[in-house]
């Protein structure tokens, strides 16, 4: 990042760069809660203010460089606060829970009306807790996550921890292994444990394939908050298997306060909670990561006044502190930057809009990061007006369409990269195997505050009462090598819930033109081969899909089947037997030469689930499908946490061999895994 000529001034360890005096944004202040040094671990919240005399307000963006190490992006540009000239920026709350040392954390604001930039660095020291040879274990501000420091390693080795209740003749879980790097100390998040329980923890190094335990410490973890309500779950067929002991829940309820994200064992007792700061908007858990740690989207304040839904991408670590961050009006002024035509705000269209006015967004969904380096894709909507008649619109006023936009963004959370619904490479509005002039089959729309919908922006005088909700993409899938077992660059696999679609973009690592290569489902390009006699063979209002074993396996699918069980002549109607009447387990292959798909299974869930849905193929071979919505009365709507054999108990019917049934409140997904560090690859 480039910087102006700094004045240097100390206090203690604390250095402080001020931007230059003729800047139009000032920065007046950057203080940390607790000066230096302090130890890993601690919770440290920077103050910054500033002044801005230009066009625009001041927006604030935070880095941290750790020891040696490259300048991170933590949280991307967002509004502050103003009062008596002064803008102050959002609290930045930083918890160092890596190595030792001296780091520098910097404050960046620029005002986007003028291109006005002012930043301050600040050198921040950070030191061990661990002084001699025996490991220091920590509660963390997540009761049940703790953090263990051990003494330092040698090169070359790995450490990681193995941690067992001290009351049962147990085997240990074992956290990710970490590349030793002396002489620093190693720090680790130790998750996946059961409140008010007493634990032995203690370091394991692996060195050329030998591993030496280290000296074991002690802790009690803390009970469940009292301030947070937990949902409670039920087992309603104990788990024949228990090679995938964890069971990680994102909840989500609509109308009502949801409940934290949870992780379980297969008897349904909480071993981690993830609580977002704002609980009352909720969040969507998208993806474990490798390691530990999750990718959400969160409700809270950022740059658009009239959104409050979604407005946030996070990734936070096992104890809930953001690792990075960024939020729609950071990324709508990257899109402007990268040429995108609909990227920009919503605020900034009059009132009724043109024919052709068109924003980001959202986030939505999905958000993956899988992709090569560490980068990571992710769903925002977008809105698009359109001529009055479009997509069958019988009000004779404008139509407010809702599309997609798929944004790629390198390690620092900087759009590098985007797919656009309503902007295909080669002109005009929709693709061949998209268009905007094809609705979605059973017609779905979004108001303003429309349960299941993003933030509708558009919509007022001159423009129908309901947008069309036309895609609803709802998952992200990275396919590396193209599905080839031969080195080549990897494309991304995208599902739009109310097309019934699943299709594939050329994103050729950054390359790609956008184009959709195939579309899958009913009506695309491919045949299916009836293996079951199914009389509505094909999946719809999908979720879930993702390609197994590195893109060279099956494709699992969470088959809603919201098409199929609707009236002809779509669907099956009242009259559909029980099975063809209930959401689908399904796993399928496909041949792009060919362009056939075969089912491997399609199990009968037991139940239909509306929306939502998880799919996964397990490493033991069995299958996890979380069927998430199932009504079963007024005010009653449980989900079911499903571990399946891998051979339907009768295929002519699609019966599955329930190997757990763990069921609960209504989710958006679930994940079923060995433990927090290692969650599925799709």
């Known amino acids: 990042m480039k910087k102006s000529n700094h004045i240097v001034f100390l206090v203690g360890l604390f250095a402080v760069w001020p931007a230059t005096a003729l800047a139009t944004v000032t920065i007046t202040s950057w203080t940390p809660s607790y000066n230096p040094p302090q130890p890993i671990g601690k919770t440290i919240t920077w103050t910054a203010t500033a002044t801005d005399s230009g ?73 061990a807790v661990v002084t001699g040879n025996t490991p220091v274990v920590e ?154 740690g999750i990718i959400s989207t969160q409700d809270n304040y950022a740059w658009n006044p009239k959104a409050y839904k979604a407005q946030f991408l996070r990734q936070t670590d096992l104890a809930g502190n953001i690792v990075r961050e960024t939020n729609t009006g950071a990324v709508q002024q990257q899109l402007l930057a990268l040429g995108a035509v609909d990227g920009g705000s919503c605020n900034t269209i009059p009132s009724p809009p043109p024919v052709g006015a068109s924003c980001a967004g959202a986030f939505h969904h999905d958000a993956i990061q899988t992709l090569p380096n560490g980068w990571t894709a992710a769903l925002m909507d977008i809105e698009k007006i359109f001529p009055p008649g479009t997509q069958g619109d019988t009000s004779g006023l404008l139509v407010d369409v809702i599309g997609d936009m798929i944004i790629v963004m390198d390690t620092n959370w900087q759009v590098q990269w985007y797919w656009d619904s309503f902007d295909p490479a080669g002109g005009g509005n929709g693709y061949p195997l998209l268009p905007v002039s094809q609705p979605a089959p059973l017609g779905e729309t979004c108001g303003a505050n429309t349960s299941g919908c993003p933030p509708i922006l558009l919509l007022g005088p001159g423009v129908a009462p309901l947008a069309k909700d036309w895609l609803h993409a709802n ?63 094909w999946f719809s209002h999908q979720h879930d899909v993702g390609i197994e074993d590195n893109g060279l396996g099956v494709t699992t699918i969470f088959d809603n ?18 099975y063809d009447c209930d959401s689908r387990g399904m796993a399928i292959t496909f041949s792009e030469s060919t362009m056939q798909v075969t089912p491997v299974v399609s199990f009968d869930l037991g139940a239909f689930s509306a929306a ?58 679930g994940w079923q895994m060995p433990s927090l560090y290692y969650p599925p690859t799709t």
Request: glycine share 10%; charged share 10%.
């Open 55 to 127: 066009p625009g307000s001041p927006t604030f963006q935070f880095w941290v460089t750790p020891p040696g190490g490259t300048p991170a992006l933590v949280k991307d540009f967002n509004a502050g606060t103003f009062s008596s000239g002064t803008w102050t920026a959002q609290p930045f709350v930083w918890v160092p829970t890596g190595v030792e040392g001296l780091y520098q954390v910097e404050v960046v604001a620029k005002d986007f009306k003028s291109g006005d930039t002012s930043s301050q660095t600040a050198s921040y020291q950070i030191n």
């Open 139 to 292: 509660r963390t501000s997540n009761s049940l996550v703790a953090l263990f420091s051990a003494p330092s390693c040698a090169a070359g080795s790995q450490m990681r921890v193995a941690f067992v209740q001290q009351s049962k003749n147990a085997s240990a879980t074992a956290s990710h292994w970490e590349p030793c790097h002396p002489p620093d100390t190693m720090t680790f998040e130790v998750a996946g444990m059961y409140p008010s329980t007493a634990y032995n923890m203690y370091a394991q190094t692996n060195t050329n394939g030998k591993i030496v335990n280290g000296p074991t410490v002690t802790l009690t973890t803390g009970a469940l908050p009292t301030n947070i309500t937990f949902p409670t779950f039920t087992v309603v067929t104990p788990a024949a298997d228990t090679s995938n002991p964890v069971i990680l829940h994102n909840m989500i309820l609509f109308g009502t306060t949801p409940y934290p994200d949870v992780a379980t064992d297969l008897q349904g007792n909480i071993i981690w909670y993830y609580s977002p700061d704002d609980l009352s908007g909720g969040d969507i858990l998208t993806r474990p990561l490798e390691g530990g």
């Open 475 to 537: 998952s992200l899938y990275y396919w590396p090598n193209d599905g080839s077992t031969t080195s080549q660059p990897g494309d991304i696999i995208w599902s739009s819930r109310d097309e019934d679609a699943v299709l594939k973009i050329d994103y050729k690592d950054g390359a790609g033109t956008g184009d959709i290569w195939w579309r899958m489902g009913l009506g695309g390009g491919f045949t299916f081969i009836n293996t079951y006699n199914d009389p509505f063979p």
């Open 561 to 578: 089947g919201n098409t199929r069980v609707s009236p002809p002549p779509l669907g099956l109607g009242s009259g559909c037997a029980p």
């Open 612 to 669: 939502m849905g998880s799919a996964e193929l397990l490493a033991n071979g069995n299958y996890f499908f979380q069927n998430p919505v199932v009504v079963l009365g007024l005010n009653d709507v449980v989900a079911y946490s499903l571990e399946i054999a891998p051979v339907p108990a009768a295929p002519q019917a699609g019966a599955a061999k329930i190997l757990l049934d763990l069921s609960g409140p209504e989710h958006y997904r």
